[in-house]
């Protein structure tokens, strides 16, 4: 089954406890992308790849990192988490260039940094 | 600055009826405009797009329409029912995007029974 696999999908951690958001896809998608999303902000990107070892600043990159080694992985971490990193996350892939990059999203991540 | 709105942040309709959602934006080069729902807690799911020189897409009961002179694209459920009660997102695909998808904030519908 086509997918986007988000782990864990719920986590509740402490200021500064550095964590990782893992996300795999098994479309062979070039594109992946990470957003967040909180009440009345929308979808906010915070980080995008359009291959391996290529990565790039969304809206709101600040206290993110991400990496892509290899097509379908694209983890999200959180070096030093601080409550205003309270949300709940989506990691997304596309196919560039054909079905006009049309998104497929994970389930979602709830994090809760205390 | 460049955005996409969504006038609606909550739309309420009886069963049967037909929903009508709105999406503007301004400041983009548009080459698609897509469509997608959203349940509480899970991801948005992809429905529909309509490329920049079409005019109506339609899909079971779901029709887009897309004005590039007014900039805005509706999307309309027919005979809606309680079933499709979610959020829907409307997002940009622009020309030079690389990929990236403009979002809406979405407008949360509610149909009743």
């Known amino acids: 089954e086509a997918q986007v696999t988000q782990n864990p999908r719920y986590l509740i951690t402490v200021t500064g406890k550095k964590l990782t958001v893992t996300c795999s896809q098994n479309?062979?998608?070039?594109?992946m992308s990470w957003y967040r999303q909180d009440p009345g902000l929308g979808l906010r990107q915070i980080y995008y790849?359009?291959?391996?070892?290529?990565?790039d600043k969304g809206d709101v990159p600040e206290g993110y990192k991400v990496s892509r080694k290899e097509k379908r992985n694209f983890p999200l971490i959180l070096e030093s988490p601080s409550p205003n990193q309270t949300s709940l996350y989506f990691c997304?892939?596309?196919?560039?260039?054909?079905?006009?990059?049309?998104?497929?999203f994970g389930a979602g991540t709830r994090l809760s940094v205390l | 600055s460049q955005k996409i709105e969504q006038n609606s942040e909550a739309l309420n309709i009886q069963e049967g009826k037909t929903a009508t959602l709105t999406c503007n934006y301004t400041n983009y080069s548009p080459a698609y405009l897509q469509w997608y729902r959203q349940d509480p807690g899970r991801g948005p799911v992809f429905l529909l797009l309509i490329r920049e020189n079409e005019k109506e897409k339609r899909k079971e009961r779901l029709k887009v329409t897309f004005d590039t002179t007014l900039k805005q694209s509706l999307f309309h459920i027919t005979a809606s029912q309680p079933a499709d009660s979610a959020t829907y997102l409307c997002?940009?695909?622009?020309?030079?995007?690389?990929?990236?998808?403009?979002f809406g904030k979405g407008t949360k519908l509610s149909v009743k029974p």
């Open positions: 997002a940009l695909d622009y020309w030079g995007s690389q990929g990236n998808l403009i």
């Open positions: 997304a892939s596309s196919p560039i260039g054909e079905a006009k990059n049309i998104q497929y």
């Open positions: 479309m062979n998608h070039e594109y």
């Open positions: 790849s359009m291959n391996v070892e290529v990565t």
